[in-house]
């Protein structure tokens, strides 16, 4: 089976909830919330399916620069359509449909990296598993952050926009960028923790620079965390930390790899 006709059904549903969602917004009317997400529950599954057929290979897990983005992007549309029933995160999803076409179109289209299957011991997996979950929580934080420097913007030049009458009030936009925050990072915590027990040796020219960086994201994001507690953070301060911590995240696992799979080949 070839994964081609999954990555064009996931490309072309992600399009169209795409468009009805921005068209809804347009017309300064709500999306209704089963189209929307049941439009995202397909596109979805045909990606999570043509992810399956693309990384699963004979000798290992094929989880190349391209792949690996589209597993990451999978894995946040995940994580809004399982809090959309709870939270109020359907505007997320105006960033994420299209994130979601952008990267299995990429994945299916572009060809990958020079990178080696993964066929490693379950330390090592889980390790992987942790790394990529809490980038996806940490991409839907600095999503988050995004809006919420839109809405702040618009309300303070009294000029909303019909996306921005549909968001949730400021007070309810930055609890949700914390929570996303407080989970992405102790996802991130036990990936680094699961890192230092597994990885034989951290430090390792290949891995070095990705150590570092995700070590200095981590410091980044926990004072964040810190600095809201103890000084009540908020607003633009928290904005510019957040998407601080997030450049240094990505840097360091797609920056690393770009380099690794595209210029080094190695």
Not at 52 to 67: H, S, V
Not at 125 to 151: E, K, N, P, R
Not at 239 to 250: E, P, S, V
Request: glycine fraction near 8%.
């Amino acid at each position: 089976m070839q994964p081609l006709l999954f990555s064009l059904i996931a490309a072309g549903v992600y399009a169209v909830a795409s468009t009805y969602q921005g068209t809804q917004l347009f017309k300064r009317s709500a999306p209704d919330r089963r189209i929307l997400a049941g439009l995202g529950v397909i596109a979805l599954c045909a990606q999570l399916v043509c992810l399956y057929l693309q990384l699963i290979i004979p000798n290992g897990l094929a989880l190349d620069f391209f792949n690996a983005a589209s597993l990451i992007a999978a894995a946040v549309i995940l994580l809004v359509l399982l809090a959309y029933q709870r939270m109020p995160v359907e505007n997320l999803l105006l960033l994420l449909y299209p994130l979601g076409m952008l990267s299995v179109l990429l994945a299916q289209f572009i060809p990958g990296g020079t990178s080696e299957p993964i066929n490693e011991q379950p330390g090592i997996l889980a390790h992987i598993v942790l790394s990529i979950l809490a980038y996806g929580l940490l991409t839907l934080a600095v999503f988050q952050a995004l809006l919420l420097l839109l809405q702040d913007h618009q309300l303070k030049n009294k000029h909303p926009s019909g996306l921005i009458r549909n968001f949730p009030p400021l007070q309810t936009m930055e609890s949700l960028l914390f929570g996303f925050l407080w989970a992405g990072w102790g996802l991130l915590s036990l990936s680094l923790l699961s890192g230092w027990l597994f990885v034989e040796d951290l430090l390792a020219q290949h891995l070095a620079h990705k150590t570092l960086l995700s070590c200095f994201a981590w410091l980044v994001f926990g004072v964040l965390l810190w600095g809201r507690q103890q000084l009540g953070w908020r607003g633009h301060k928290a904005i510019r930390w957040t998407l601080a911590g997030f450049c240094l995240l990505m840097l360091a696992y797609f920056g690393s790899k770009l380099v690794r799979e595209f210029i080094l080949h190695i």
